[in-house]
């Protein structure tokens, strides 16, 4: 939390917490929010979030529920889900983290984000309840607690039949955890955030666990032997009713196509092919398939969604910065990959779906990742990397990631460049100069983080 007060988020000299006052603008509700603990500090408890949605009425009551956690993949994976359920004539809200360009992002109604009014709103109703929740306590609400009720409630006000939510950071103790879902979702598990939820997947899978809830349907992504043995103790601890991908449901079959791919997905009551998907990689195809699963065990019953409700919802489905083109000549691809696992499936697209001769990384990393193996993941697909560092404090120096990267690409491989728009610059003018001939055109792929890749969007202009 920061020393100094905000407009609207000012601090009572006694005890230093924050006092709300109500905001009239998005970026007084920012700098209110801001002023409060990060995402990145953590104290194990639910005892405030509970206290701030008691406050609240309970609004996670007011709605059935589906709730994902994992690793990798929970973004693109709640976005399908989310367009499937609006196939159905249902609406949902949902909710996501981290955001790429803007606050607002992490709460959607209607598959739309809330807009700056909407925003501004959804602060002012909880605002008043969130000084009673701090005085109360040994901590105050953080950042992502705050935000969380609010995305609650706004989905209450709204409302909502059904809300998606992505869990920000492991399972148990995640504040969105105050939810008893319906339909539990787990990703594919890897091993990040280590120094929080363990240096095993197994470890990981313990924590994440904690969303599947007694009498709940589990939808569990492939996951390692580990890992999925973790998940499924749990499940059968609790009642759950269990669905695998690679049993029960799955991908079928993919082929990669012009903007995408097209898939054929064997659901829980049926299946359906040639499903067209503008997303790349078959790390994608496999979202597709949990997605559709998980929808399908929400609905119940033994029939089928429907082909036309499946095909219209995945071909309206976006994933940004999620190897998402935003530029071409050359071409820039965005990704925010951030950990080993996700890097891996990032080079795997590269390869399976484009054809791009050379492919020029532009690279910054949070300086608490696990930045060796990324590189290391990177190292076949890039011909060259440009490493450089985002805006945010936790961002390691452009110069000790450019070390490490020369450790793993050779120091021909590797070019500094500190400031994000110069990088981009330099790695556009090394695709263009060393395509291999006439016929082959060169890609820049940033990546490294979500703060990266939002950043590089706002830069370059990419769709909202």
Do not use: C
């Not at 509700?29 to 408890?45: I, Y």
């Not at 607002?104 to 009673?132: K, M």
């Not at 936790?394 to 020369?406: D, I, P, Q, Y």
């Amino acid at each position: 939390m920061t020393d100094a007060p905000t407009a609207f988020e000012a601090h009572d000299e006694s005890d230093a917490r924050p006092v709300a006052r109500p905001a009239a603008t998005v970026a007084e509700v920012e700098d209110a929010l801001l002023s409060r603990w990060p995402e990145t500090r953590l104290e194990p408890s639910l005892d405030r979030i509970r206290a701030f949605t008691e406050l609240l009425g309970d609004p996670q009551r007011a709605y059935r529920s589906i709730h994902l956690t994992g690793t990798n993949g929970k973004t693109s994976t709640s976005r399908m889900i989310d367009a499937l359920l609006r196939a159905l004539d249902l609406r949902t809200g949902r909710f996501t983290s981290p955001h790429v360009e803007r606050m607002a992002e992490r709460i959607s109604v209607d598959g739309e984000p809330l807009d700056d009014e909407a925003f501004v709103r959804a602060f002012n109703d909880v605002a008043p309840y969130t000084h009673l929740v701090d005085a109360a306590g040994p901590h105050p609400l953080s950042f992502f607690e705050t935000v969380v009720g609010m995305a609650y409630a706004a989905f209450a006000d709204a409302p909502v039949d059904v809300a998606v939510v992505e869990v920000g950071m492991g399972g148990s103790w995640d504040a969105t955890n105050v939810i008893d879902a319906d339909v539990a979702v787990v990703t594919p598990i890897g091993l990040d955030h280590a120094q929080y939820l363990g240096d095993t997947t197994a470890a990981i899978a313990r924590e994440k666990a904690g969303i599947i809830k007694p009498g709940a349907f589990a939808v569990l992504a492939q996951q390692d032997a580990d890992a999925g043995a973790v998940l499924l103790e749990r499940a059968v601890e609790v009642g759950a009713t269990i669905a695998r991908e690679g049993l029960e449901f799955g991908v079928v079959g993919r082929v990669p196509a012009v903007g995408g791919q097209a898939v054929t997905l064997q659901g829980l009551r049926g299946r359906y092919d040639e499903v067209f998907l503008p997303l790349y990689g078959a790390h994608q195809a496999q979202n597709a398939a949990v997605a559709l699963a998980a929808v399908e065990a929400f609905v119940g019953g033994d029939e089928p969604l429907g082909d036309d409700v499946v095909r219209g919802a995945f071909a309206e489905v976006s994933s940004p910065g999620r190897l998402e083109i935003v530029r071409r000549s050359p071409v820039v691809l965005l990704d925010a990959a951030h950990n080993p696992h996700g890097a891996r499936a990032v080079v795997a697209a590269l390869e399976d779906s484009f054809s791009f001769e050379p492919v020029v990384g532009v690279l910054s990393v949070m300086g608490d990742k696990d930045v060796e193996g990324l590189l290391a993941e990177f190292e076949p697909a890039l011909d060259h990397v440009v490493v450089t560092r985002n805006s945010t404090d936790r961002a390691l120096s452009a110069e000790r990631l450019g070390e490490l990267a020369v450790e793993v690409f050779g120091e021909d491989r590797v070019s500094v460049v500190p400031s994000l728009a110069d990088a981009i610059d330099a790695a556009a003018a090394l695709a263009e100069a060393d395509s291999r001939d006439a016929l082959s055109s060169g890609a820049v792929l940033v990546t490294g983080s979500v703060v990266t890749v939002g950043e590089a969007r706002a830069l370059l202009g990419g769709p909202r």
